[in-house]
Nanobody, 124 residues
Framework: QVQLVESGGGLVQAGGFLRLSCAAS????????MGWFRQAPGKEREFVAA????????TYADSVKGRFTISRDKVKNTVYLQMNSLKPEDTAVYYC?????????????????WGQGTQVTVSS
C-alpha cells in the first residue's frame, strides 16, 4: 500500500507560479515512478509529467514543456511539480500517482496508487 498526499494548490493569476508537492508513505519510495496528472471539469484526466524511480527519465506533456519541472526527493519521499508561467488553461485538479517499477508512463491506467488531488486555479 502507498499513501499519497498532494499539497500546494491554490489560486494564482496568469503568469504566476505554484509548487505542488506529493508526499508518499507506505511502500519503498524508490521502487516506483511518479506521475502528475490533471483533470479539468468535463474533461478526461490528462498526463502532465512523470519521473522514473531512478530520476533518470523525465517526460512532460507538450502543453507544459518549458514551463513545468518535475523532481523528486528520495530522502523526503516527496515528488514536486514546479509550475511557472501559469495559464488559465492549466486550471484543473492535479493528482500525483505511482507506477510500480515504471519509467513514467503517460497513461493513467499504468498507475496503481493515486492521491486525492489538489485544486489549481489560474485567473486571467
Amino acid at each position: 500500500q502507498v499513501q499519497l498526499v498532494e499539497s500546494g494548490g491554490g489560486l494564482v493569476q496568469a503568469g504566476g507560479f505554484l509548487r505542488l508537492s506529493c508526499a508518499a508513505s507506505g511502500r519503498t519510495f524508490s521502487t516506483y515512478a511518479m506521475g502528475w496528472f490533471r483533470q479539468a471539469p468535463g474533461k478526461e484526466r490528462e498526463f502532465v509529467a512523470a519521473i522514473s524511480w531512478g530520476g533518470g527519465s523525465i517526460t512532460y506533456a507538450d502543453s507544459v514543456k518549458g514551463r513545468f519541472t518535475i523532481s523528486r526527493d528520495k530522502v523526503k519521499n516527496t515528488v514536486y511539480l514546479q509550475m511557472n508561467s501559469l495559464k488559465p488553461e492549466d486550471t484543473a485538479v492535479y493528482y500525483c500517482a505511482t507506477e510500480t517499477y515504471g519509467l513514467g508512463s503517460p497513461r493513467p491506467r499504468d498507475y496503481d496508487y493515486w492521491g486525492q488531488g489538489t485544486q489549481v486555479t489560474v485567473s486571467s
